[in-house]
């Protein structure tokens, strides 16, 4: 195994490993094998401990791994910038001072993004190796990052072990080892432990010995160092009752001074000084240095730092700890938790004792853990809501802070992804209000509903929103009409078209008592009714209205709206507006990351990706659909995990990878979520277009099928109808079933014909015509129609060179189709138009993937970012002025830097420091 850590320690790039076993196996010795081996070869190498007593401190084992370093590296600081130090603050106390508050699960992943740059910062010169230990009590902001790491990870030379009990683990902790190596420390045979223990001791008590221990070394120890061996298995408990008597034997074998200290510090936290200790057992200060010398000869404790000591290992700690009685457990929490007062310490970090402590109805405790819970919120919402759990507990039935907690710990579980807690919380809240408190119990059935929607439960969604409806006086009334939003987006999830408009009838477009910006948010949802009934004249009336309503509304009257307003983007985008959907979604989610709603972050980034996808910024949309993804497996929904993968699918296939895109949509398509609702057809259509482009007609076309319900019912938008008619038309016509072909181009005209003047339709409905007739007259006619919508416009144009019989007209249409596609970074369709020129006799040179039609190769984009870096912009300064992600950026760059062939920024700005500019 030794020899393995060698081949894992030479590897370029990054690398991920797991060591795991039972309690005291071996791991955290062979981990201090590990960063010797990789101390020899000169790599950076920071080790961290995850706490046992501190699991909702987030990010411990990290900051515990990396803090000293970079309170002695004020270097990696500088080279990083000031916006990835103020996320990097939140969590590091030596940074702390250029903090800046991180809130919600889209700023968590921002979060991520900056610790990822720091590593690469922290590698740069000969590697990093960075050792986690007892994950198994990590908390989940931890684990949390490490999944973003593993998914997205490190470019520089990345070593990241971890070590941790399988089965205290966080499930989601283990799934992290199908992303790189995991190692089983299991027990030593008889004859390793025999020479573990030497030749002086005797064949039968080795004998002895294995047999109490299990072959586990720890437990070896522990048990070797008791005067006798234990002959009984280890049971199931966290300490198993040999070790724990041997354990509790050498405890006992220390002064009643040190024992009362060693409980002291076990109270006190992993890492403890003297004063505190001291507080914790109620003892001076120089009584407990003289019990800490003890504990430190007799290897209890060992020192860590200057001033600080650790127990020898966790499970010593635990040992100590239970062995306290529990009465003065509380009694050692409560003293500490006062010391900290006086000294001005932080609520998050007296929260962990005031909670073993407090007394029910201690209104300072309950004060404390929701202070402690509101600066957890935006990076760790898990631990924000496990405080305010905690202060409801202390909280009576009667308090009239109770509702107001309640509705903060629905929020945080929201964002956490603690889905039904969520909902738990709604309903406690909604069982706390009389019948007759009508604005405060919508509010409580409206977030009861968004939980619902968020846990994949569309119907219970529906019906508590109609029960509550039934139950109010007024159907015009102000706290009926957010109800009844809520219910028209429910419809509008199920394309029940009909039911939406039916609910937006019964509503005014504006009330004298409405709160500010409900009527934007009424606005914003007539268009698509409307548009999918075919009355899309007055549904471009209706998005003009609602567009120039949001531009006026100040951002402070739209927060509580956002899962309404998201709808104006995403109709823009569907109906055809792909340009007005981006400003309308720029803006959305700046509010929206403000206001930590990161359960509309999801929907908006997804929407914003079909509309770049409409406008050809393949690569942008495929960074926003990713992060709309990673945000979504944080919130743990489905729906918007969907939601996110079939437009990841989508931009992958468009881009050239129709691989990825299979195995983007496999994973949408797995969550079986979706059924009888629009994003659930959607996903079969983006699995349709990825099996086509994979060369799988027959299942493609079958997915498709399946999506549009072959125009019988269907539960899709009208856009998306179209977008299956014109792709089972062409694939029908690449198979030769011309009768099939011409179906589809009828199904798609029909459409088209419902919607007036709805360009993109009759454009869409014309192109799959032209497949069906191999017409190419038709197909530059779409051309003509789809003009502003660049792939859709390039995939015309190639129809038309594919089906022109004369050379010349053939070749002018291919090549303008190749032109659209190069600068798009289409490289899927660049390959088919190229081949069809070819075809046509055209010598054309073999094209390297990705290769746009701009100096070096580069794109548009590529060359827009490539001239930003020389002009000394940094990744978030670029992000910031083409309004792209930071994850984009460096997507950009790392093509720049291949095309280029440099290895850094100082690299592009010499190569294309002659370039003129536009």
Avoid at 330 to 357: I, Q
Avoid at 368 to 379: C, F, I, N, Y
Avoid at 757 to 785: C, F, K, T
């Amino acid at each position: 195994m030794l020899d393995g850590f060698g081949e894992v320690l030479d590897r370029p790039g990054f690398s991920f490993l797991s060591l795991v076993g039972d309690p005291g196996c071996g791991k955290s010795r062979l981990l201090a094998e590990l960063a010797s081996a990789a101390l020899a070869r000169g790599r950076l190498t920071l080790w961290g401990r995850a706490a046992e007593f501190d699991e909702e401190m987030p990010f411990g084992a990290v900051v515990d791994a990396l803090d000293d370093h970079l309170e002695n590296a004020p270097e990696v600081s500088r080279r990083l910038g000031p916006s990835a130090v103020r996320l990097l603050g939140t969590v590091f106390p030596a940074l702390e001072e250029a903090a800046a508050e991180v809130t919600g699960a889209g700023s968590r992943y921002r979060l991520h993004k900056a610790a990822r740059q720091l590593l690469d910062e922290l590698a740069r010169d000969d590697g990093l190796v960075l050792i986690l230990d007892d994950l198994h009590w990590a908390d989940q902001a931890t684990v949390e990052l490490l999944d973003h790491l593993v998914r997205h990870p490190p470019r520089g030379r990345v070593l990241v072990a971890l070590a941790y009990r399988p089965v205290q683990a966080m499930p989601r902790l283990g799934a992290l080892a199908e992303y790189g190596e995991q190692i089983t420390v299991g027990p030593l045979s008889l004859e390793e432990v025999a020479e573990l223990l030497g030749p002086e001791i005797g064949r039968e008590r080795c004998a002895r010995l294995y047999e109490a221990s299990g072959g586990n070394p720890f437990y070896l120890d522990a048990l070797a160092r008791s005067e006798q061996a234990e002959t009984e298995a280890n049971e199931s408990d966290e300490l198993p009752r040999a070790v724990r008597a041997a354990l509790h034997l050498e405890i006992s074998r220390l002064t009643a001074g040190a024992q009362v200290a060693a409980q002291g510090a076990a109270v006190a936290a992993e890492e403890f000084d003297p004063v505190l200790v001291a507080v914790a057992a109620d003892v001076s200060e120089s009584f407990a240095l003289a019990a800490i010398d003890e504990l430190v000869a007799r290897d209890v404790a060992r020192p860590s730092a200057p001033g600080r000591f650790r127990f020898r290992h966790p499970l010593v700690r635990q040992a100590v700890y239970t062995a306290a009685a529990a009465g003065w457990r509380l009694a050692a929490h409560g003293r500490v938790a006062a010391h900290l007062t006086v000294l001005g310490a932080p609520a998050s970090v007296r929260a962990r004792h005031v909670e073993r402590s407090a007394r029910f109805g201690d209104q300072s405790a309950i004060d404390t853990l929701v202070s402690a819970a509101r600066s957890a919120a935006g990076p760790a919402p898990a631990t924000a809501g496990h405080r305010l759990l905690a202060a409801l507990r202390l909280m009576p039935p009667d308090d009239p802070q109770r509702l107001g907690l309640l509705v903060e710990l629905v929020r945080a579980q929201l964002l956490g992804g603690r889905l039904a807690e969520a909902r738990d919380a709604a309903l406690e809240a909604l069982g706390m209000l009389s019948d007759d408190d009508y604005a405060m119990r919508a509010l409580a059935v409206r977030s009861l509903a968004l939980a619902e929607r968020q846990l994949d439960r569309p119907q219970q969604a529906r019906a508590v929103l109609l029960a509550e409806l039934r139950r109010l006086p007024g159907r015009q009334s102000a706290v009926a009409v957010p109800l009844r939003l809520r219910l028209v987006a429910e419809s509008l999830l199920r394309a029940d078209f009909r039911a939406a408009q039916a609910v937006l009838d019964l509503m005014p477009d504006i009330g004298r008592d409405w709160p500010g910006g409900l009527e934007v948010a009424v606005a914003a949802l007539r268009a698509l009714p409307a548009h999918a009934a075919g009355r899309t004249a007055e549904a471009f009336k209706f998005l003009d209205a609602a567009g120039t309503q949001l531009n006026l509304a100040p951002d402070e009257q739209l927060p509580d709206w956002m899962d309404i307003l998201t709808w104006l983007g995403w109709t823009e985008a569907l109906i055809g507006r792909p340009e007005r959907a981006l400003r309308h979604f720029d803006r959305l989610l700046a509010i929206a990351r403000a206001g930590e709603q990161s359960y509309v972050i999801t929907n908006m980034l997804a929407g914003q990706a079909v509309a770049l996808i409409a406008v050809g910024r393949l690569a942008d949309a495929a960074a926003s659909a990713e992060e709309g993804a990673d945000i979504a497996r944080l919130l743990g929904s489905g729906q918007q995990l969907v939601f996110a993968l079939t437009q990841a699918c989508l931009a992958a296939v468009w881009s050239g990878d129709a691989e990825l895109g299979l195995v983007r949509i496999g994973e949408a398509l797995a969550t079986g979520t979706g059924t009888g609702e629009v994003w659930g057809s959607t996903a079969h259509y983006a699995h349709g277009v990825a099996l086509l482009a994979s060369g799988d007609a027959e299942e493609g076309v079958q997915a498709l099928r399946r999506a549009c319900a072959d125009f019988v019912d269907p539960v899709l938008d009208p856009g998306t109808m179209m977008a299956c008619a014109e792709q089972l038309a062409g694939a029908e016509a690449h198979r030769d079933r011309r009768e099939e072909a011409v179906r589809w181009a009828e199904h798609a005209e029909r459409v088209a014909g419902q919607h007036g003047p709805w360009v993109l339709g009759r454009g869409m409905a014309a192109l799959a015509r032209a497949h069906a007739e191999g017409s190419a007259p038709l197909a530059r006619e779409a051309a003509a129609l789809l003009a502003p919508y660049p792939l859709l416009r390039g995939r015309a144009l190639l129809a038309a060179g594919s089906a022109e019989p004369a050379k010349d007209a053939a070749l002018a249409d291919l090549r303008e189709a190749v032109t659209i596609f190069a600068e798009l970074g289409a490289d899927g369709l660049l390959a088919h138009a190229v081949r069809e020129q070819r075809r046509h006799g055209l010598r054309v040179p073999v094209r390297e993937k990705g290769r746009g039609t701009g100096p070096f190769g580069l794109s548009r984009r590529e060359l827009e970012v490539a001239q930003l870096v020389a002009d000394d912009y940094t990744n978030q300064q670029i992000a910031d002025k083409l309004v792209i992600s930071v994850r984009t950026v460096e997507t950009h760059l790392s093509n720049i830097f291949s095309k280029l062939d440099v290895t850094s920024r100082v690299g592009v700005a010499g190569a294309i420091r002659d370039l003129p500019r536009e």
